[in-house]
């Protein structure tokens, strides 16, 4: 027996790269013009190879022998329930079969699927395409019924999902300046645990720097309800 067999292969390559972008933008000297959009960052988190086994029954008639059978199976929702992805599925089951007489037959059945996938990636949104393949399969007749075993394989890969805000165009307006504030060289401003500096500094028109050089901080995001200096941009 010879056979001549051509074999395709599907190879998908991920890199984690961290990539620059402006999420926000200002001057302190003159009028700013910020257009910006959402964008969704995808990060690999996990892939995906789990094994398992579905059987199903089916009711027949005068079937007396299974000669051949191939499964075509097929996702039809992923969803996620705690620390599991829930792949739901179904197969279609194609029996070239027997009958009493001898005569051959050809007869289709579907049964459904549902798999678990545990996930040890731990993000707040995750996204997952899975793809399913037939390992083997079997299907015999006991009485007036068929029974189909199949082993099934699930691959793919899960990618944590950060959805951002990035400037795509920036237009200072040059023949706009920013008056300065005579009013107060300071200003005593009361901030909630949690706040951004960026936030603070553009609210009234000075830079993130000015104001954690003037209050001694490290970080930029404020981490207790406190009350800061902030100082004038001229």
Not at 127 to 132: E, L, R, T
Request: net charge negative; hydrophobic share 40%.
């Amino acid at each position: 027996l010879v056979c001549g067999m051509l074999v395709g292969v599907h190879l998908t390559a991920h890199r984690n790269q961290e990539i620059a972008a402006v999420s926000d933008a200002y001057s302190t000297a003159f009028q700013t013009n910020v257009t910006a959009m959402p964008v969704i960052v995808s990060k690999l988190a996990q892939t995906v190879h789990e094994d398992f086994t579905v059987r199903h029954t089916f009711e027949t008639d005068d079937m007396v022998k299974v000669c051949s059978v191939w499964v075509s199976p097929s996702v039809t929702s992923t969803r996620f329930e705690g620390t599991d992805a829930v792949v739901d599925g179904k197969l279609l089951y194609c029996l070239l079969y027997q009958d009493s007489a001898g005569t051959m037959g050809y007869r289709e059945y579907t049964g459904d699927f549902t798999q678990q996938v545990p996930i040890s990636a731990d993000c707040g949104e995750m996204s997952f395409d899975p793809a399913v393949g037939v390992c083997s399969c079997s299907a015999s007749v006991g009485g007036d019924r068929v029974e189909t075993k199949v082993s099934i394989l699930i691959s793919g890969s899960v990618y944590c999902n950060v959805r951002e805000t990035v400037v795509t165009n920036l237009a200072i307006s040059e023949e706009k300046p920013k008056l300065p504030d005579e009013g107060s060289a300071l200003v005593l401003y009361f901030c909630d645990s949690g706040e951004c500096i960026w936030d603070i500094a553009k609210r009234y028109n000075t830079s993130p720097s000015a104001i954690m050089e003037e209050n001694g901080l490290e970080d930029e995001v404020v981490s207790c309800r406190s009350m800061l200096l902030i100082p004038s941009a001229g």
